[in-house]
């Protein structure tokens, strides 16, 4: 298992429920949802054609690509509808206080 390193990305009250945030860490675009309270993070971009994901639309556990409407789960970054075939990554999440930190691989 690779060290994780976690990263402040947002206020708790930045991201209500049901909503999605394009943050950044470093280079790094990352789609952060807020589901009942719960917050998880993937990539931003559509693993099938390079669109935001944050420009998405959530349904459920779901968010659905803004270009061409290829669906994934957010908290597996699975594939749930085309037209995209390969998942997104994930990354996880925990809240301090009031900031909600993402934790990617460390370098």
């Known amino acids: 298992?690779?060290?994780?390193?976690?990263?402040?990305?947002?206020?708790?009250?930045?991201?209500?429920?049901?909503?999605?945030?394009?943050v950044?860490?470093?280079?790094?675009?990352?789609?952060?949802?807020?589901l009942?309270?719960?917050y998880y993070a993937t990539d931003d971009t559509c693993s099938h054609a390079?669109?935001?994901l944050s420009d998405g639309f959530i349904d459920g556990g779901e968010v659905e690509c803004?270009?061409?409407?290829?669906r994934f789960v957010i908290q597996s970054g699975e594939v749930a509808g085309p037209p995209a075939e390969e998942p997104i990554a994930t990354y996880p999440t925990r809240?301090?206080?009031?900031?909600?930190?993402?934790?990617?691989?460390?370098a």
């Open 95 to 106: 809240v301090q206080g009031d900031t909600v930190y993402v934790g990617l691989p460390s």
């Open 66 to 70: 803004p270009l061409h409407g290829a």
């Open 24 to 34: 950044s860490v470093g280079e790094r675009e990352i789609a952060l949802y807020n």
């Open 1 to 22: 298992m690779s060290a994780v390193t976690f990263h402040p990305v947002a206020k708790v009250s930045e991201v209500e429920q049901g909503e999605v945030r394009r």
């Open 50 to 52: 390079q669109a935001s």
């Open 36 to 38: 009942d309270g719960q």
